[in-house]
């Protein structure tokens, strides 16, 4: 049985579980609507319940609660629930991290101090059906509360997604997304050739980088060793590719197997016949 503690709005209360003692925020159509604190309070199968003591890299949700906007609560809601049409499974406790930022996206839409994402173009490829999910908080943010929100912001909101979707905290969503996008600038300076974007080679290459990003961070190898044949028959691509392997070794602060090297180095390979073609 719960009992309110606060009423946020109509849609939201926070609440407190009588038997446990824990804390709840509870969302709902209607769910905060003539209610008052320690009011009983009946949850229908229509409400999402959130423990408040979950924590993220944001900070606690008890926290989180008390200086959000109730509106961004329930707009991050919405989109999680979106999500669920693109995800098999959608953990709704990233609602906490969520909305904060997004109360940050709104301010800095209303002082006209919108900040630019340099991972954007990357994110839109990486996480491409997050982004496509994330997508619905533009119409969400409008109709709302009249706010028209950048793509730049979208695709912040597509990493919590992401987070979301998967066992991966946002921090790591977003160091996957930058080491990528480090390492295709890196391969474009070294060989002084701008990457097409919309080449296949390139696409391939690009998630190639990303789950070597993701096995570095779990010390995950690979089985096969091709830094024999690479080495030998694209002695220039090995080259770039050992030289990115040991930068992007310092800058997760994690050793790469050297077996990547020759991975990396096929796929600079196909991207520089297709730049040359």
């Known amino acids: 049985m719960y009992k309110v503690k606060k009423v946020l709005n109509h849609n939201s209360v926070i609440a407190v579980e009588t038997n446990e003692l824990v804390e709840y925020l509870i969302m709902g159509k209607g769910v905060g609507f003539g209610m008052k604190p320690t009011q009983e ?22 926290d989180i609660v008390k200086h959000v906007d109730p509106v961004y609560l329930e707009i991050a809601e919405a989109v999680l629930q979106h999500a669920e049409e693109y995800f098999d499974s959608v953990d709704h406790n990233i609602v906490f991290p969520m909305a904060d930022h997004l109360e940050y996206a709104a301010k800095r839409i209303q002082n006209n101090d919108q900040i630019i994402n340099p991972l954007l173009n990357d994110i839109k490829l990486l996480f491409y059906q ?46 996957t997304a930058h080491a990528v996008r480090n390492c295709i600038t890196r391969i474009e300076e070294i060989t002084g050739r701008t990457i097409p974007t919309d080449s296949f080679s390139y696409n391939r290459m690009m998630n190639h980088i990303r789950y070597m990003v993701a096995r570095i961070q779990k010390h995950e190898d690979l ?6 044949y690479v080495s030998t028959t694209f002695p220039e691509s090995f080259a770039i590719a050992s030289e990115i392997c040991h930068d992007l070794s310092k800058s997760l602060g994690s050793p790469t197997d050297e077996m990547e090297i020759g991975y990396l180095a096929m796929h600079i390979e196909r991207v520089k016949a297709d730049v040359l073609e």
């Open 130 to 175: 997050e982004y496509k999910a994330a997508e619905i908080v533009r119409d969400l943010l409008k109709n709302s509360l009249g706010l028209d929100i950048m793509d730049d912001e979208i695709g912040y909101v597509a990493m919590h997604i992401h987070s979301a979707t998967s066992q991966d905290k946002l921090s790591q969503t977003l160091e």
């Open 223 to 228: 089985k096969i060793n091709m830094n024999d």
């Open 41 to 62: 309070l009946t949850v229908g199968a229509d409400c999402k319940v959130f423990s408040l003591a979950e924590s993220s890299e944001r900070g606690d949700a008890k």
